[in-house]
Nanobody, 121 residues
Framework: QVQLVESGGGLVQAGNSLRLSCAAS????????MGWFRQAPGKDRELVAH????????YYAMSVKGRFTISRDNAKNAVYLQMNSLKPEDTAVYYC??????????????WGQGTQVTVSS
């Protein structure tokens, strides 16, 4: 069955970095666009970034643009989110997703269980 397993979350001080990883299995990874969402307590889920099947095109939410980088390794069935210059407002549960992309629109089909990122001030 489809599995998306996130890792790399944790507690970090503002200004520091974290790298999230997502290991995918149970589907043809290279045939799916991949994306990261996040949800903070009391807030709506937010699309953070997504990347095309081949990895050549990426999209970022304005709130993270210039600080976060999404990448993928199709040989390893993995997608990553490098998060630099973290801010307390980046605190959220981060979810790895697999889906489809049309232009800048992204629709997730599969979700991971999420990993907590907490940024202290």
């Amino acid at each position: 069955q489809v599995q998306l397993v996130e890792s790399g979350g944790g507690l970090v001080q503002a200004g520091n970095s974290l790298r999230l990883s997502c290991a995918a299995s149970g589907f043809t990874f290279s045939s799916y666009a991949m994306g990261w969402f996040r949800q903070a307590p009391g807030k709506d889920r937010e699309l953070v970034a997504h990347i095309t099947m081949g990895g050549s095109v990426t999209y970022y939410a304005m709130s993270v643009k210039g600080r976060f980088t999404i990448s993928r390794d199709n040989a390893k069935n993995a997608v990553y989110l490098q998060m630099n210059s973290l801010k307390p407002e980046d605190t959220a549960v981060y979810y790895c997703t697999a889906g489809s992309r049309t232009g800048t629109d992204y629709s997730p089909n599969y979700w991971g269980q999420g990993t907590q990122v907490t940024v202290s001030s």
